[in-house]
């Protein structure tokens, strides 16, 4: 599975929109991004996921470069409750694991 | 009530102790997986399991073995608990492989394990 790239932490105001990149450059034509947040210790959140479409839900939105190396998670308002680790991840679509390669991830701290 | 329920959440035991995770699932999934996160290293999968008769082996399975006594419950055992198996331990489940249609992973709430 290709490795992905992540700022360690980013800040964001209140009310303004989060955008988190993540580069992904080896990634394979075949493996979707997928961002994962967790909680201060609590079980990892689906956020999203996309293999080369832009994608668009209740949470947040990715966009996938046209190369596919590089992609940015977008929370259109971020509140206080956002504040997590978030963590992009490759993977390809078949295979017989569930193994995710979480990484480091970025620490979004929402502020006031 | 939680889709994915981790018991203990917190235990703290001695060097050589037996100790058991129970984890059970309302969401019907087939298959279930036990992760461990450590500070710094992110989450690493010790066993995951496609159904009640299929058992596998993920990163770092030594010193652990697994129960899938039914559909929705998948236990993690370790036999002789060491302080190095000191960690945040996650169940997860997922109705297909998480890579096929974007099938995500649903994760309990965590047992923080703690070995003296």
């Known amino acids: 599975d290709a490795k992905t790239t992540q700022p360690p932490s980013m800040d964001c105001a209140e009310g303004r929109a989060a955008n988190l990149p993540c580069n992904h450059s080896?990634?394979?034509?075949?493996?979707?991004v997928y961002w994962y947040r967790q909680i201060h210790s609590q079980g990892p959140q689906y956020i999203i996921h996309g293999l080369k479409n832009n994608e668009t839900n209740e949470m947040a939105s990715l966009i996938i470069t046209e190369d596919r190396k590089s992609s940015t998670l977008i929370l259109p308002h971020a509140t206080l409750r956002d504040t997590a680790v978030y963590y992009c991840?490759?993977?390809?679509?078949?295979?017989?694991?569930?193994?995710?390669?979480f990484g480091q991830g970025t620490t979004l701290q929402v502020k006031p | 009530d939680a889709d994915v329920t981790q018991t203990p959440r917190n235990r703290i035991t001695k060097t050589g102790k037996r100790i058991m995770l129970e984890c059970s699932q309302t969401?019907?999934?087939?298959?279930m997986y036990w992760y461990r996160q450590d500070p710094g290293l992110g989450l690493r999968l010790i066993y995951y399991?496609?159904?009640?008769?299929?058992?596998n082996k993920g990163e770092i399975s030594d010193g652990y073995s697994v129960s899938r006594q039914a559909q929705a419950k998948f236990s993690l055992s370790l036999e002789s608990a060491i302080p190095n198996q000191t960690a945040l331990y996650f169940c997860?489940?997922?109705?297909?492989?998480?890579?096929?249609?974007?099938?995500?992973?649903?994760f309990g709430e965590g047992s923080r394990l703690t070995v003296l």
């Open positions: 399991s496609f159904d009640v008769k299929d058992i």
């Open positions: 080896t990634i394979s034509g075949n493996e979707y």
């Open positions: 997860a489940t997922s109705d297909a492989n998480p890579g096929t249609g974007g099938r995500e992973l649903f």
């Open positions: 969401k019907g999934h087939d298959r």
């Open positions: 991840i490759v993977r390809v679509r078949s295979g017989n694991t569930g193994k995710l390669i």
